[in-house]
T-cell receptor, first 114, second 111 residues
Framework: ETGVTQTPRHLVMGMTNKKSLKCEQH?????MYWYKQSAKKPLELMFV???????ENNSVPSRFSPECPNSSHLFLHLHTLQPEDSALYLC?????????????FGPGTRLTVL | QKEVEQNSGPLSVPEGAIASLNCTYS??????FFWYRQYSGKSPELIMF????GDKEDGRFTAQLNKASQYVSLLIRDSQPSDSATYLC???????????FGKGTSLLVTP
C-alpha cells in the first residue's frame, strides 16, 4: 500500500456512458497526477494538479475532464469515450516542496470501453 | 522537456546473475533520478532514487549516476525470477515535482 487509493479498480462502460474515477491520497501531498497506460505502451501523463490548480494538460481530449476539489482528492470524469480509451488509468501524488523523493502511484483503474 | 530514453528490451538474464539496466537523460542539469518497478498489470512502485551527489545501494539494488555521459544505471545483484518486471527510469522535471518517465525496460530473469 502506497497511501494512494483508487476506485473503482475495474470499470466497463459503453461509449455513451458517463462515469468517474476517484483517487484519494493519505500522504499529505499537494500535487496529484493522472496517467494513462495502454497495453504494452509507456506511461502518458494526462493532467497535473499543484495545490488544487491544474498546471498541466497534455493535449488530452475533452471527453476526459479532471477535477481536484482539494489536495487529497482527484477525479477523472469520463463521457462518450472511445474503445481506444481502454487502458489502465493511474493516479499518483507527490509533495511539491520535496519532489526529489518521487511520486507514489495508486493501484490503478482498469477501464474497458465497449 | 527533459527527455529520458531507455532500451525497451527485453533484457534476459539467468537467475543469480547481475542485471544492468540503463537510462539516458537529455538535460545535463538534472539532479534527481528515480527507478520504478512495474509488474504486468500493476502500478509502478518506487524502488530507488538518487541525487546528483552520488550512487546509492539498497540491498540487492544499486543505482549509479554517470553525469559526464548523462546516464543512470540500476544494477540488480543475485537476480531472482521475481525481479522480472518492467523498470521505469524517471528524472525530476523543470517543475521540481513532476517526473519525466522513460518508456521502460522489460527484464526477464530465467530460472
Amino acid at each position: 500500500e502506497t497511501g494512494v487509493t483508487q476506485t473503482p479498480r475495474h470499470l466497463v462502460m459503453g461509449m455513451t456512458n458517463k462515469k468517474s474515477l476517484k483517487c484519494e491520497q493519505h500522504l499529505g501531498h499537494n500535487a496529484m497526477y493522472w496517467y494513462k497506460q495502454s497495453a504494452k505502451k509507456p506511461l502518458e501523463l494526462m493532467f497535473v494538479y499543484n495545490f488544487k490548480e491544474q498546471t498541466e494538460n497534455n493535449s488530452v481530449p475533452s471527453r476526459f475532464s479532471p477535477e481536484c476539489p482539494n489536495s487529497s482528492h482527484l477525479f477523472l470524469h469520463l463521457h462518450t469515450l472511445q474503445p481506444e480509451d481502454s487502458a489502465l488509468y493511474l493516479c499518483a501524488s507527490s509533495q511539491v516542496e520535496t519532489g526529489e523523493i518521487g511520486q507514489f502511484f495508486g493501484p490503478g483503474t482498469r477501464l474497458t470501453v465497449l | 522537456q527533459k527527455e529520458v530514453e531507455q532500451n525497451s528490451g527485453p533484457l534476459s538474464v539467468p537467475e543469480g546473475a547481475i542485471a544492468s539496466l540503463n537510462c539516458t537523460y537529455s538535460d545535463r542539469g538534472s539532479q534527481s533520478f528515480f527507478w520504478y518497478r512495474q509488474y504486468s498489470g500493476k502500478s509502478p512502485e518506487l524502488i530507488m532514487f538518487i541525487y546528483s551527489n552520488g550512487d546509492k545501494e539498497d540491498g540487492r539494488f544499486t543505482a549509479q549516476l554517470n553525469k559526464a555521459s548523462q546516464y543512470v544505471s540500476l544494477l540488480i545483484r543475485d537476480s531472482q525470477p521475481s525481479d522480472s518486471a518492467t523498470y521505469l527510469c524517471a528524472v525530476l522535471g523543470d517543475s521540481g515535482y513532476a517526473l519525466n518517465f522513460g518508456k521502460g525496460t522489460s527484464l526477464l530473469v530465467t530460472p
